[in-house]
């Protein structure tokens, strides 16, 4: 019976930034290479490599897949519709929102940092489309799970090396003292050598309520306000600055080109990941270094293709007169200063939240 030949991979070289990957036949039972028709005589393969599973666990196909389902969905993107009543709040109430909610999750207490990562949950759910929050709301709490878990166990798990400088009372002869009457318990739950206290829960609450509301709220606003707003709401809350030589004008130029960056960025590296893949490449007849060297390939495309929309930008600029002087060159931007009634009930209830979060820590 004629044995079985296999196609494997012997090199690999690129051509204008494209993967080729030149093969030999390899037989399947003998383990020896032959590049041509004749019977010559190759290395052989070493039994220990015949034993290691092959397409076992997370493959670079797997991982390129998820690169690209990640970068699918707009991530802190302007997405004009459906417009919602978000949309109409003034930017810079907005800006006070975020500042808000970065500060009061380190200075309140844990029954607040639990409603705010509630009510952010909700107000994600009303906001954004279906896929957006799905997708946002599960990682932000998968990191910020994984954050609690860890700062919970690892804060107040090893164990003091002070002792007691009195004898027990078992040697001087003094009865024992008595227990606490209520329930208080400093250790709250064990799980072999490490330990969750209230220590650790407090630390671990205040860090996961932290980023949950740090990554769900810059990113309810940045979906929800224009970068020209949000560049027009920060100029105005740093005008005093330019009274003392800050350079204003060069900041929101940087944040307005940072922000219309974004979305190039997460295009390019979706687009690199998928035209990998279309390439239906056997990774599993791959090795180690020509994996990585795809990887590194994938990586400078996405660079390269990356320098080449800066250039493209800055030619662009440059054409619409732009020389270098931010203070001469007019920025438009949106300057409608004027109030209404959503925006007067966003301050209203940040004021009532400010107050609350203050009242729960001098009641609670």
């Known amino acids: 019976m004629a044995q079985k030949k296999v196609p494997r991979p012997t090199s690999t070289r690129t051509l204008n930034g494209a993967l080729f990957i030149s093969c030999s036949v390899a037989d399947r039972n003998g383990g020896k290479d032959r590049t041509g028709g004749g019977g010559g005589g190759g290395e052989v393969e070493p039994i220990w490599a015949a034993l290691i599973p092959r397409g076992v666990g997370v493959g670079p196909e797997k991982v390129l897949r998820l690169i690209a389902g990640a970068t699918s969905s707009p991530i802190c993107q302007f997405i004009e519709s459906p417009r919602t009543f978000l949309h109409s709040v003034?930017?810079?109430i907005k800006l006070a929102w975020l500042l808000a909610l970065v500060i009061l999750p380190?200075?309140?207490?844990?029954?607040?940092r639990l409603g705010l990562v509630l009510y952010l949950t909700v107000l994600s759910i009303w906001i954004l489309p279906n896929r957006i929050w799905m997708d946002q709301l599960g990682r932000v709490a998968l990191l910020s799970g994984i954050l609690f878990i860890?700062?919970?166990?690892?804060s107040d798990t090893v164990p003091?090396?002070?002792q007691l400088r009195t004898p027990p009372p078992s040697i001087t002869g003094l009865p024992n003292i008595p227990s606490s009457l209520g329930s208080y318990s400093y250790t709250i739950m064990k799980l072999g050598p490490l330990q969750f206290t209230r220590k650790g829960l407090s630390v671990a609450s205040t860090s996961a309520c932290l980023s949950f509301t740090i990554f769900q709220s810059a990113?309810?606003?940045?979906?929800?306000?224009?970068?020209e707003q949000i560049a027009s709401a920060l100029r105005w809350f740093m005008a005093p600055l330019s009274l003392l030589g800050t350079p204003v004008s060069e900041i929101i130029l940087t944040l307005l080109l940072s922000l219309r960056f974004i979305s190039l960025v997460f295009d390019e590296v979706r687009s690199a990941a998928l035209g990998i893949i279309a390439r239906r490449?056997?990774?599993?007849?791959?090795?180690?270094?020509?994996?990585?060297?795809v990887f590194f390939l994938y990586v400078g495309r996405i660079f390269k293709n990356i320098f080449s929309h800066a250039e493209q930008i800055s030619k662009a600029m440059i054409a619409r007169g732009f020389r270098g002087d931010c203070d001469s060159h007019k920025i438009y931007l949106f300057s409608d200063s004027s109030l209404g009634f959503v925006d007067f009930l966003s301050i209203f209830c940040l004021l009532s939240l400010i107050g609350a979060a203050i009242l729960s820590e001098q009641l609670l």
Not at 281 to 286: A, G, M, S
Request: proline content about 5%.
């Open 90 to 92: 003034d930017p810079r």
């Open 106 to 112: 380190a200075r309140s207490h844990i029954y607040m």
């Open 150 to 154: 860890m700062l919970g166990f690892g």
């Open 160 to 162: 003091s090396l002070a």
């Open 219 to 227: 990113s309810l606003c940045l979906t929800t306000t224009m970068p």
């Open 281 to 293: 490449i056997c990774w599993h007849q791959l090795t180690l270094m020509e994996t990585l060297d």
